[in-house]
């Protein structure tokens, strides 16, 4: 009878400690706030697998994604957008480079208008490098806001937050620009910054 006893608060307990672990990886929003984040533009590497939603004026489309940053390049992979199946975006400095998976490659020295040719939205890649990590591009202006942050006409709020490393990274991300009618919206599965993972 004690033993079984035991073994009931020990389920208990080992419940309780899997909820509260888990807690801990995903946090609410804080306020926002680029002075406590400036360490992430220093990140030499990282690489995330999400959930991507986009919503233009006329369609709207949702694909799994993988983006890949190193020093060098950024690297993005798209599964299943507008029903093509698998494209590849890779970003190195102001070169853009497409592939849709049947082999042929396009490329571009003029990234934004490139992306938008070829899928049909308007998409800031070389800001959204930085917006995906939880900090304003350095190369614009910007004005924070609770929860996130404006830049150029685009707003990025950050709706939920979740524990990598040493790190405290985007989970739930909001891209709007109320101009384009354009919405972005980003679900972070997991993050590997710098061979630290979330769980």
């Known amino acids: 009878m004690v033993i079984k006893e035991l073994k009931c608060v020990f389920i208990l307990l080992l419940s ?37 939603a986009v919503k233009t004026k006329i369609d ?18 798209l599964s299943g957008p507008l029903g093509q199946g698998t494209t590849y975006i890779r970003l190195d400095g102001n070169k853009v480079a497409i592939e849709r998976g049947d082999g042929k490659v396009l490329a571009s020295d003029r990234p934004e208008e490139f ?40 707003m990025v709020e950050y709706d939920q937050m979740q524990v990598a490393g040493n790190y405290s990274m985007p989970k739930k991300v909001t891209v709007t620009n109320t101009q384009l009618k354009l919405k972005l919206k980003l679900v972070i599965d997991k993050w590997n910054i710098n061979d630290a993972s979330t769980k």
């Open 16 to 52: 309780l400690l899997v909820v509260a672990c888990s807690h801990e990886q995903v946090k609410e929003t804080e306020l926002y706030s680029k002075g406590s984040k400036d360490s992430l533009y220093h990140l030499n590497q990282w690489v995330f697998d999400g959930r991507l």
């Open 60 to 77: 709207s489309w949702q694909a799994n994604i993988s983006w890949t940053h190193t020093v060098n390049e950024d690297s993005i992979k």
């Open 115 to 154: 992306i938008n040719q070829q899928l049909g939205m308007f998409v800031p890649v070389r800001a959204l490098r930085y917006w995906v990590v939880g900090v304003p591009d350095p190369s614009n202006r910007h004005i924070e806001m609770a929860g996130g942050f404006k830049q150029a006409e685009w």
